[in-house]
């Protein structure tokens, strides 16, 4: 059986890369009996090169999946398959990340990133809206449905937990990362913005209340429609602190409860868009409860985790780090605050 997890929000600089990071190594320690693959599908590799181990070899390392005759990244896969090449083996386009980085588990495998996936866009949208060549023929489904046949797929010899990390436009690579999760995960900061674009992630995903008579058949949440494709359920709703400049904790709390107060308004209007829950939810404190976990800002723990593709598990108890010539320390007090958090989100999948 296997699980996939969308990670989500049409705002920049929530904090989506860091959090694939940190979830997708602490679930695969976590749970050694099932492999667990991150399919990175932004341009900018961010999560990819974390997971590589950080800084310029990291970047190094990226270059030479990108540039070979089958790029090793979600390019080569997509491409492969909009060519009707042959994907069968998927070891042309998954990275066994202890290779790279030895500080992650053995059962931790990616698909990396690539800044080209902005070069291909159009070819994909071109194919995407070709004209059918017969009643059979779907070429927007079957584009938009790549990558989510690709985690429907058995992988190696244990079922398959994927973490998609994704880029804030509503591109089609985007859309095509969108509808391969089962549940999306969506990461907010502590500011206005992040809460504004609650709406529009509804909007896009599901589309507005009032269809347009001219252009909402043409939407993206109007082609899932037309074509009763499944989206992804709300799993989580993460308040997150990795990029919070805002100083006081109450700051940021009136700004979280603001930001679950509008998706609470949502739930109570569409709870088919949420992972089903068995409990009986009739207040926000209880929704609150049930869908929502506040992360905490890692300052230093969480710059040298990004920097050296470091797990916080293999932090060590009083950590001297150098980051770009400056040396950083970590506190085992800073260190398993941040563990106990990610540990208590990664329980919760």
Request: with cysteine; aromatic share 8%.
């Amino acid at each position: 059986m296997n699980k996939s997890y969308v990670i989500w929000n049409n705002k920049g600089g929530v904090g989506k890369s860091t959090i694939t990071f940190h979830i997708a190594s602490m679930y695969a320690e976590k749970n050694q009996d099932r492999n667990v693959v991150v399919i990175d599908m932004c341009p900018q590799a961010n999560s990819s090169m974390m997971l590589m181990g950080g800084g310029t070899e990291a970047e190094s390392r990226l270059q030479e999946l990108i540039i070979g005759d089958v790029p090793k990244t979600v390019v080569g896969y997509l491409t492969d398959s909009v060519l009707k090449n042959d994907t069968r083996d998927v070891d042309k386009y998954l990275l066994k990340l202890q290779e790279t980085n030895p500080k992650l588990p053995s059962n931790l495998f990616l698909m990396s990133g690539d800044g080209n996936l902005e070069l291909i866009a159009p070819l994909l949208a071109e194919r995407a809206n070709a004209a059918p060549l017969s009643s059979t023929d779907s070429p927007w489904v079957e584009i938009h449905s790549i990558i989510k046949k690709f985690t429907q797929r058995p992988l190696f010899d244990k079922p398959t937990t994927f973490f998609i990390d994704t880029n804030p436009s509503f591109s089609i690579y985007t859309q095509i990362a969108i509808l391969s999760g089962q549940k999306l995960l969506v990461p907010i900061n502590a500011d206005d913005s992040s809460i504004y674009a609650i709406s529009g992630l509804f909007n896009l995903i599901w589309g507005s209340e009032r269809t347009h008579p001219v252009y909402g058949n043409y939407t993206f949440a109007g082609k899932v429609d037309t074509f009763k494709m499944e989206r992804p359920k709300i799993a989580l709703l993460l308040g997150n602190r990795f990029t919070q400049k805002m100083g006081a904790a109450h700051a940021f709390k009136a700004l979280s409860q603001e930001a679950v107060k509008k998706m609470f308004l949502e739930y109570k209007q569409n709870k088919s868009r949420f992972v089903e829950n068995p409990l009986n939810i009739e207040t926000q404190q209880e929704f609150e409860r049930a869908y929502s976990c506040e992360l905490r800002d890692f300052n230093s723990a969480g710059v040298v985790a990004a920097n050296q593709g470091l797990p916080l598990s293999k932090m060590l108890d009083q950590g001297r780090y150098t980051v770009y010539e400056q040396e950083i320390q970590v506190s085992k007090i800073q260190r398993d605050l941040c563990h106990e958090v990610i540990e208590a989100l990664v329980a919760r999948l």
